[in-house]
Structure formats: C-alpha cells, structure tokens
C-alpha cells in the first residue's frame, strides 16, 4: 500500500499518512505540484518556514518499464519565485517507488542551528546528527554515506553552496556508479538547506515490487514502449553514440548556437567542443565510455564516463547545455577543461546550466577571461564552492551577476539562465522560455526537436508562424511526461511513431487499474500545467513576467540577424486553452 | 559546379567530414545523398546557410550543404 511521509522539521517528527484518493494516479511533476499549490502560500519566502520540499517518483518508476526512474523535486524556487519541479535520474526513485512511498513531504524548519540528514526507510524517516557532513561538498558525503553504510544506500545531498542558501544550489542524487545526478534548476539546494537538511539517505532494506494491476497489459505495452526506443534513429542510435552534445554542430549549422554570451549564433571552434569529437576523444582514451545509463533500466544510455588521456575519471552526465555553455558561450575551447568544470559543478552541488550560463556573464563583466578554463575551474572551487563573497555573487544565479555588474546583456527569464538555443534564431524555443512557469527552461516544450531537427514534423526556426502551437503542446505533453517518472527523451519515439504514447498510456492505466486515454492523460499534463500557472499567479507573477530580456529585442544575432519579434499578445496566446 | 559538403555524426563513418566535389548542373539534395550511398530515410536535416532545405533542393554553384542524420538530445 502505497504512502504518504510527511516530515515535520519543526518538531521533528514523520507521520506515515495514507494517499489520498485524488493522489492516487498521480506521480512526478503532478504529484509534487500539486501538493505543493495545495499546501504552499504562494507568496511566501521560498527559504522561509512555510515553504515545502517534496519529492516523489514518477508513476511508472521502479516499475519494469524502460526509462522510468526519474525522481521529481518540487517546491517554491527560491531562483525564480514560481513553482518549481525538477527531475532526475539516480537510485532513489526506484528505491521510494519499491518502498511504497508516493512522496516525502519536507515541511518546517529546526528551532535550533543543529544540521540533520534524514534518514529514509520503510517505516518512516528518522533525523540524525550531520555535523560531521557540514562544509563537505558533495562527493565526500557520498563516500562517507558508502562508507557508514554500503554502496546500496541512496543519497541526496547538497554542498556548501546549498548550505549557504545560493540559489544556483541543486541537490546531487547518486547514481548507480556512486557519482552524480541532479535536480539541477531552480536552486532546490538552497531549500534543502534553509531546511537544515544536509543529505538524505535511503535505506530500501525490505522494499518488494511496485504493484501493477493488470500485469499482462502491462507487459505487453511495456514491450512496445521499449521497441520504440530501441527503433527510433534518436534514442536508438544517435543518443548512445554521441550523447546529448550532438547538437553542437547542427545549432552551430543552423546559426542557433548563443556564443559570446549570446552575441553570436555560430562559433569558430564549434567542432573542438561538438559531439563527434567527444565520443572520438573518449573513445580513444583508456577506460572511457561512451554510453552510459542514469538510472538502472534505460535503454538509450545517452550519458558517457568521461576520462583524461590517462584513463582518470573526470566527469560523467556530460550535457549538451553544459558542453554548450562552458565551451560555446564562455569560449572554453578545451574540452577537458570543460569536463573539469562540469565535474566541480557537480562537487560543489550547483546547476550546470545555471552555473555556466552565469560564468558567461561574468565573463562579460570582466571577473574572468574570456575562454580561460583554468580560472573558472578555480572559480567554482574556490569562490562559488566555498561561498566567498565574490562566490556569492555569482552563485545567487546569472541575473544577480548581471545586477552586481551593471550590464543588460543578462539572458534569463524569470531570473533563471536560458539554456542552449537562441530564441532569435529558434523562436519556438524563446516561446517556452517566455512562458514556461518554471522560468527559462528548455526541457519544458522542447520546441528544438520540431524547429531544428524535423521530429514530430517541422516548424522554420526563423519565421513566427506556428510556434505559439508548437510551444503550448510541447509544454502540455512534457508535464504529462515529467509525471510518468520518464526520461524526457522518451518524446522523441513519441512524437514519430504512433503506437510509442498510447503504450505508454497503457502502462500507466495498467499499473494504477483505471482506464486511460491518450486524450485523460494529456488532459491531466494541462490541468497540472495550469495549476502551476495559478500559483504564479498567486504568488505576484503576471503576463508582464512572461517576457524574454530587452537585448533579443534591441540585438540581431548573426547569421540570420534575427531579432525576437513577438508582440506580448502574440506570446500570451500560450495560455489560450 | 563546385559544391561544399559537410557531413556530421554517423554520416562521417567511412566517409569524410568535409569535402569540396564536384557536381553537374542543376543537382538536387537527393541526388547528393544518392552520390554518397545515403538513403533517404536516414536524413535527418539537410541545412544550406543556415536554412533547412529539402531533398528536391537545387543546388547553386559554391554553396555548403551540411547533412545530418536523424540526432537528438537536449
């Protein structure tokens, strides 16, 4: 029988609660918005007492259906002010799932200083001293978790810039190989650590099986959804072999590369940094590899282990956003140097997108070379990992850098960094960051697979012509799929091949034994998304939020001199449904 | 005429990364990919300057072609 932890840090107590009957089918992005707009006040301090942390699987995790072990963390963003749902592969998806808990609900706030780490099981959770953990980053509290107990043990965890309440923390969760994946934007982190919350461990002792209803349906769509994957050109064939740095060179081609801090739409040294050379450069170094899962049960295995000319681990979960923003927009033209970053970004525990789209801008400001490696990688290390004043600065996020140095060419929206397309050159994607609740993020309507690469049919990037659809139905679709506990990438299969959604579909009704259409469950992705949209409201936010920054206005970007050109009430036309 | 091809993930595989061939006049996209043993399914994005364009696309003398196969990520 599925549960409900609720963790109450201000008397330090977790009652088991029963699920209630409206939660029932819920799971992921639905389950922890809607306990969050149900039991936040939208308008209160994200760091304060009345904001809640909570975490829930998706609906299929620990199920065997492929992909489907991602974990959603929700609460008010301190970065953005909005609602925030962030997901992520690692462990404890699957073990929260096999233990029967539909979410930990983290509420309150200790009366004293004292630093916690909550420790999860089957019969609740229970608040143990982390004063020994305190100032380590993150994958020191790893090993001392591996070593306290075993290399099963799920852990989440912040680093000191999440201690310290910066709001580019993220909260690191282990993965199967004891490194790194992250709920990365939004700075949960800093949640985490208003909440005196160090590191949370999950001891699965006990677990059995998810419960399905109706086992054969299930097995059966489960065989179709995973055909689709395995048959698809995207997640069959070019995710494992060059992971998501693939998009190096087509936004490169396509003049859609924000380079320079989005000055330029195309980059010199492009190739240096691109997919191709990634594998090739991990291919031919000992111990390299370049497939990689993020969670136990994915089929498409777009991560890689990333290693030096010696055979050393330098970092795994090596991102196209990340690669993009270290070595496009800050001009970093040595991959390694890139792999170093991304590995302290994880160490230290803040967004890797956040994290480079804000060194760009610092870069702007002259705090550090353009293209110098070397110092950013002191700058994380030194500054932002142990929380300087100048770590500060930077570490609260790309616009604070921007407000700190008095500059306008600050790209974010709704305070947090836009990712890797330009929304001049690619303007379905400027639609979702526009109107996103969850500030700029290209994941919720990732309009690139249709303006770029001609899945799910095309809409030309450069031409306003269909991206308000294109936008609005991506973002309706992603929240129906960020519940399911599946990898986004899953969308790619779905949007070509007609039997992949309807299975999916069918795995979700067999697992809860309810009837399901595909039109029930992309009615639910809109209800979820415009129960989101409610609390921003709530919480101060109006359709003068919903905008991208001045300089895409005010600044062509080359090749195509493209300016964003969309009138507020072309944008707000997103909401019309 | 002179045109520019350039070729991107599994497209490079035996093939070349880059090279400047020659083509008679009015040659289409599609009858590039057929000079290179591509199939039509397996075009993902075909991109001139920057544009998308389609397999019945003429060429004119000098220009770049770049050819993807099907790539995602994000």
Redesign the interface.
């Known amino acids: 029988m599925d549960k409900i932890f609720r963790v109450n840090l201000s008397d330090l107590t977790c009652k088991v609660e029963e699920v209630p009957a409206e939660y029932a089918t819920l799971g992921g992005r639905a389950l922890t918005s809607t306990i969050v707009a149900a039991e936040v006040p939208p308008t209160c301090h994200p760091l304060g007492p009345n904001n809640k942390l909570v975490f829930a699987p998706g609906m299929l995790s620990g199920t065997a259906a492929a992909n489907s072990g991602r974990m959603s963390a929700g609460a008010k963003s301190p970065l953005t002010g909005t609602i925030k749902e962030s997901n992520a592969g690692g462990t404890t998806a699957q073990q929260f799932a096999k233990m029967g808990i539909k979410a930990m609900i983290i509420e309150g706030m200790p009366k004293d200083d004292k630093w916690l780490r909550l420790h999860v099981t089957m019969d609740g959770v229970t608040f143990e001293d982390a004063s020994d953990l305190v100032g380590k980053q993150n994958f020191d509290v790893i090993d001392a978790m591996n070593e306290k107990f075993d290399k099963k043990i799920g852990v989440m965890t912040i680093g000191r810039p999440g201690e310290e309440r910066l709001l580019s923390a993220n909260i690191s969760v282990k993965d199967p190989d004891q490194k790194i994946r992250s709920h990365g934007r939004g700075g949960l982190g800093a949640v985490m650590g208003s909440k005196k919350i160090k590191c949370i461990t999950v001891d699965a002792t006990g677990a059995g099986k998810v419960e399905i209803k109706d086992t054969e349906k299930f097995r059966a769509a489960a065989k179709v959804f995973a055909k689709g994957m395995l048959d698809?050109?995207?997640?069959g064939?070019?995710?494992p072999?060059?992971?998501?740095?693939?998009?190096i060179?087509?936004l490169n081609?396509?003049?859609g590369l924000p380079t320079k801090n989005f000055k330029y739409g195309?980059c010199e040294h492009h190739d240096k940094v691109s997919?191709?050379t990634m594998h090739d450069t991990i291919a031919g170094r000992p111990n390299g590899h370049t497939k990689h899962g993020c969670h136990a049960g994915c089929i498409i295995q777009?991560s890689q282990v990333y290693v030096d000319d010696k055979g050393e681990y330098i970092t795994s979960g090596f991102?196209?956003?990340t690669v993009w923003g270290l070595g496009i927009n800050c001009l970093i033209e040595d991959l390694d140097d890139c792999a170093r970053i991304d590995n302290a970004m994880d160490n230290i525990g803040i967004d890797s997108i956040e994290g480079a789209v804000l060194i760009a801008v610092a870069m702007e400001a002259g705090v550090i070379p353009w293209g110098d490696g070397k110092e950013t990688l002191r700058v994380m290390n030194e500054e932002i990992g142990k929380c300087t004043p100048l770590g500060r600065i930077l570490g609260n996020g790309t616009g604070s850098v921007g407000a700190a140095y008095g500059l306008t060419r600050v790209p974010v929206v709704k305070n947090q960094g836009i990712p890797a397309y330009d929304p001049r050159?690619v303007k379905g994607i400027g639609i979702t960051y526009a109107t996103t609740t969850m500030g700029a993020d290209?994941?919720a309507g990732?309009t690139?697979?249709t303006n770029?690469?001609?899945?799910g049919g095309?809409v030309?990037p450069?031409t306003k012509e269909g991206q308000v659809e294109l936008s609005r139905n991506l973002q309706i679709a992603t929240t129906a799929v960020d519940s399911t506990g599946m990898c986004?990438?899953v969308a790619?299969p779905a949007l070509d091949i007609p039997e992949v959604l309807p299975a999916l579909v069918d795995m979700i009704a067999a697992r809860f034994g309810v009837e399901m259409s595909v039109d029930d469950f992309v009615g639910m992705g809109a209800k979820i998304l415009k129960m989101e949209k409610a609390f921003n409201t709530a919480a101060g936010f109006t359709a003068e939020d919903d905008r991208l920054p001045e300089f895409f206005e005010l600044e062509p970007i080359p090749?195509?001199n493209a300016v964003w050109d969309f009138s507020p009430a072309e944008i707000d036309e997103v909401w019309n449904f | 005429m002179k045109i520019t091809v350039?070729l991107?993930?599994?497209f490079?595989d035996n093939r070349f990364k880059m090279a400047e061939q020659d083509y008679p006049e009015a040659t289409t996209v599609g009858d590039i990919l057929s000079s290179l043993n591509i199939e039509r399914p397996?075009l993902?994005?075909a991109?001139i300057?920057?544009?998308?364009v389609l397999p019945e696309h003429v060429m004119v003398d000098g220009q770049t072609l770049?050819l993807?196969?099907?790539?995602?990520?994000?």
């Open positions: 698809h050109p995207v997640t064939e070019g995710l072999t060059y992971g998501t740095n693939v998009l060179n087509i081609e396509a003049g195309q997919g191709e777009c991102e196209y956003e050159s290209h994941t990732y690139i697979a770029i690469l001609k899945v095309f030309d450069l986004i990438f790619f090749p195509h | 350039k991107f993930a599994g490079r397996e993902g994005v991109l300057n920057g544009r998308h770049s993807f196969p099907k790539v995602g990520g994000g």
